[in-house]
């Protein structure tokens, strides 16, 4: 009997490595584990050889869009586009510009111009648009290419389901249909990746899979599970609740790392301490673009590649909103910098830096400040 | 999972050809040159990279092109026309739902299929280097150094052969093209049969057997004597034992039969053992496909029995696809599983009309090969016919007999129209030799489809267009004076033939009698005679 199911989890609850052991419990069939990023891709490599040695020879593990291009494009890209595709072209922001028109606005080459909408003039294909074509190639090939699928893979592992927007969900619910068992986990909270512009289920975008599920496949028999990975095993508590904070309408999650070290939880620091912390303390520096300085002797992601990696310890380079937030809970920071500061803060174990040139008179609930003894 | 259609452009002698297969036996029958062995190594080349059992990878030619449309490419370019490079393509495809990652409409059908593709192609990267050899117009052969082999399944994706789980197996005894590395066939058949574990197994040992060998005394103190004595440069030197392939193992092993090395058996045998190798691959999730290329060579007529034996206990769940020209196998196989080929035409029993197949079953098979397998064949009616055009032809060529030139006289009763029908499906030079019987509009209603508007270049019918008419009675029947006899004694003095029949009538119509009621006689004494002759006009017509 088939099944779909989704997982909803916390951050450090383990995620990757609940899917990683559900796959290789799967001797029979084929099995696909896909998620968005690289950097979980080879998260979940790593995690498979951790556990297993090495990579089963019934497991693949790919991102989303190497799939899309491998099994969703290229067998049957002939009902659509017969040249051959050059690979795919990661884009920001809503592809296939046209031209500006003098009013203001930007118009986009219609889908009808199946080359201009769909391909750069090197023939890759616009990231925003590759799930839009996997459909539109499956529709024309009355199913063939789900049916394909299907064959291939029994089962198929979606890490961070959460970062599927647009067309990438009309997928979803045809997988939900086809013969595969389709097993899904994902925070709603660490929606980082918004690359589809499309204005496809746009209501179901900053993380609300969970929606879409119970609003648009109410027939796809999806069981949504909210407990098993609701414990973060990452995060201490002080951790837990403060990042707890950012999402009021989830269950706060709950710790059981218990750790104890001499600097634990959230800390606030003033920029001329930085250089005293990085040393003290040897954090992970976490920032929102690479145009952000830090020091470059220390470990440093943006906060978008950070997701799924776990660090002792993190310094947070905010952006202004952040600290609005920080100071006022009320604050109403948008869903995108919400997720990332999310990510940010339950990257660590035991502490999280953020810096922030702080009035001494400043409290607030739950964040602690470094004062360097000189 | 077995190959259920081939399709070729540009190998070697096709420009385009296109096959489909049975699940189990299917027998190649063709003349010499028809391309059978082009089709075996055609697959072959596809599921292994391997061609004349060497990888082809980096041994590109200029040769394996087809002919015509590497001299059309060069003719173009000469003229100074835009021209594109010719390619090679060779299409798989593969039947049942059990593949479904090689599923995709990247085929030169654009359809819904599973299988391969092997192309071998200009490669876009040396477009630059490409474009300065186009201006210097010096192009007189093919850019072959600018050509890549690419390998991909249906669903456009780059494979490699070890992924495609339809394993070939090549036997081949008809040449000693393989003296060097002679064993890659056996060894890869051996390899074939072994599941993953096995292969670690023997790779183990090797390695084991390897460091036993460095550790052995007499090694050592050779390896000492080496360093003391070579000074080939500041680093050591050291005898050892090759390790370095990836496969060394499969380099170092043979296979033995009864102590005798594999490659010191007979021809005969090694194709034999080949053969039951192959056929008792069984690998679960693999399917294994075997080519045999002209068994007939190398094998005793016993052994040709032996080996047809077991080649139809296993065409049940292998797939076997056999080349031959011999008769004697493509009739013992089954008439069923044949595929004519020739002049890239291919023809199957079930491709006749209803009736003349089941004609065809009847008889015994081999008068369908000898039309196949023949350069022309001359169609007559019975043996005596064939007998007298045997001799016309001596006459006219040196007394060279027919076959000697490729040239198959076949008597065929009443069944000119079945035969026909193939020759016309396979582009067969075919002639036929009929008596008009008296009735020349009723000879051109039957052959309608051949003769005026509708005549083929490659099928000519001949008989003679005048009615003969006597006063010979034969019971109560008038004499039928439209017959090969007569018309034989039409055009010679008749009484040249008492001679040549060793007969003594005086009358022309008592010769008639005897010819007639003794045509088989008659005729061995025409073809056995020393004495000159004329025929008539239609014979030598059929015989030019």
């Known amino acids: 009997m088939k099944t779909n199911k989704l997982i909803i989890a916390a951050a450090g609850a383990g995620k990757t490595t609940f899917i990683v052991n559900e796959a290789l419990n799967q001797k029979e069939g084929n099995v696909l584990i896909t998620t968005y990023t690289r950097a979980n891709e080879e998260e979940i490599r790593k995690k498979v050889i951790e556990i297993n040695k090495c990579i089963p020879e019934n497991i693949t593990i790919q991102t989303w869009f190497s799939f899309l291009l491998q099994h969703g494009v290229r067998p049957y890209q002939g009902c659509l586009f ?13 592809s296939a510009f046209r031209y500006k028109h003098r009013n203001g606005f930007s118009v ?6 199946t080359q201009k909408h769909y391909f750069t003039d090197t023939f890759k294909i616009y990231s925003d648009k590759l799930s839009k074509f996997v459909f539109r190639c499956n529709q024309k090939s009355d199913g063939a290419v789900i049916d394909r699928l299907s064959r291939i893979y029994s089962h198929i592992f979606i890490d961070e389901v959460q970062d599927l927007a647009g067309y990438d969900l009309e997928l979803l619910k045809l997988l939900f249909g086809s013969d595969s068992n389709i097993n899904m986990v994902g925070d709603p ?12 289920f746009k209501k179901y975008r900053d993380g609300r899979i969970k929606d879409f599920i119970q609003n648009e496949c109410k027939g796809s028999n999806c069981e949504i599970d909210e407990e098993t990975l609701n414990l973060s095993h990452r995060n201490n508590e002080l951790i837990c ?16 790392q218990n750790d104890v070290t001499k600097h634990d939880g959230i800390f606030l620091l003033r920029k001329q301490d930085v250089e005293k912390y990085l040393e003290a303390y040897n954090p992970t520096q976490l920032r929102h673009s690479i145009k952000t300085e830090v020091n470059k002797s220390y470990n440093t992601l943006n906060f978008g590649d950070s997701k799924g990696l776990t660090f002792d310890r993190v310094l947070i380079y905010p952006t202004e909103l952040f600290i609005k937030w920080i100071i006022d809970n009320n604050y109403n920071l948008k869903p995108t910098s919400r997720s990332k500061f999310y990510v940010a803060i339950t990257r660590a174990r035991y502490s999280v830096g953020i810096i922030y040139d702080f009035d001494s008179s400043l409290e607030i609930e739950g964040v602690k400040f470094y004062e360097p003894n000189n | 999972m077995k190959i259920s259609r081939i ?37 072959h080349l596809a599921l292994t990279g391997l061609f004349n059992g060497r990888y082809l990878k980096n041994e590109l030619t200029q040769y394996l092109f087809n002919n015509q449309v590497v001299a059309k490419y060069l003719y173009d370019l000469d003229q100074g026309k835009a021209a594109i490079p010719p390619y090679i393509l060779i299409e798989i495809f593969i039947s049942g739902e059990d593949l479904p990652s090689f599923e995709g409409n990247d085929n030169s059908e654009k359809i819904k299929e599973c299988g391969i593709a092997l192309k071998i192609a200009f490669d876009d990267k040396y477009q630059a280097e490409f474009e300065q050899l186009i201006k210097n117009e010096n192009v007189k052969t093919l850019p072959i150094e600018y050509y890549n082999i690419f390998l991909t399944s249906f669903a456009r994706e780059n494979i490699t052969a070890r992924s495609i789980p339809i394993k070939s197996a090549m036997i081949d005894s008809s040449s000693n093209r393989y003296r060097n590395g002679s064993d890659i066939y056996i060894s890869r058949i051996v390899r074939d049969n072994l599941e993953p574990e096995d292969i670690v197994d023997i790779s183990q040992a090797h390695r084991k057997m390897r460091d036993n060998f460095m550790r052995d005394a007499s090694i050592k103190a050779i390896n000492e004597k080496i360093k003391q004595s070579v000074k080939i440069s500041d680093k050591n030197v050291e005898l050892s034992v090759e390790l370095l392939s990836k496969n060394a193992w499969e380099n170092s092993l043979i296979t033995y039969l009864d102590d005798v090395p594999f490659h010191y058996i007979g021809k005969g045998e090694q194709c034999i053992v080949k053969t039951e190798l192959a056929l008792a691959h069984k690998k679960s999730k693999e399917a294994s496909l075997i080519l045999i290329e002209e068994p007939e060579n190398h094998l005793s007529y016993s052994k040709l029995n032996q080996f047809v034996h077991s080649i139809k206990k296993h065409c049940e769940d292998k797939q076997i696809i056999i080349s031959t020209h011999n008769s ?18 291919t023809l199957r029993l079930n491709d006749l009309k209803l009736e003349t197949k089941s004609f065809f079953e009847k008889i015994s098979g081999y008068d369908t090969l000898r039309l196949i397998l023949c350069k022309k064949a001359i169609l007559v009616e019975g043996d005596s016919d064939e007998l007298v055009l045997q001799k016309a032809y001596m006459f006219e060529n040196d007394g060279k007999l027919p076959i000697e030139d490729g040239i198959d006289v076949i008597s065929v009763g009443t069944s000119f129209l079945r035969f026909l029908e193939i020759a016309e499906k396979i582009n067969k030079l075919v002639v036929v030799v009929t008596d ?4 020349v509009e009723a000879v051109q209603k039957k052959y309608e489809n051949y003769l005026g508007d509708k005549a083929k270049s490659h099928i000519k019918i001949c008989f003679d267009g005048t009615v003969d008419t006597g006063d010979l009675m034969v019971g109560s029947k008038p004499f039928n004076y439209n017959t090969l006899e007569p018309k034989m004694l039409k055009v010679n003095d008749w009484q040249d033939f008492n001679t040549i029949l060793e007969t003594s009538f005086d009358r022309l119509d008592d010769l008639h009698k005897y010819m007639k009621q003794n045509k088989t006689a008659c005729a061995l004494k025409v073809f056995d005679t020393e004495e000159e002759m004329e025929f008539p006009d239609y014979i030598i017509e059929a015989i030019k």
């Open chain 2, 436 to 439: 008009n019987d008296g009735d």
């Open chain 1, 82 to 94: 017969e040249k051959n595709i050059k690979g795919m072209i990661l884009v920001n922001k809503q």
């Open chain 2, 328 to 345: 004697f196998v493509a009739n013992k196989l089954g008439l069923d599983n044949l595929i004519l080929l020739n002049d890239s035409k």
């Open chain 1, 189 to 200: 909270r660490q929606v980082t990746y918004l690359t589809h512009n499309e204005s496809k």
């Open chain 1, 108 to 113: 986009y080459y219609k889908e009808e111009d």
């Open chain 1, 241 to 256: 609740s403060f990042s707890s904070k950012l999402y009021p309408n989830f269950e706060p999650c709950t710790s059981n």
């Open chain 2, 7 to 43: 399709k070729i452009e540009n190998f070697k002698c096709f420009e385009t050809f296109d096959l489909t297969l049975n699940d189990g036996l299917n027998i190649l029958v063709g003349n010499n040159e028809a391309g059978k062995s082009t089709i075996l190594e055609a697959i």
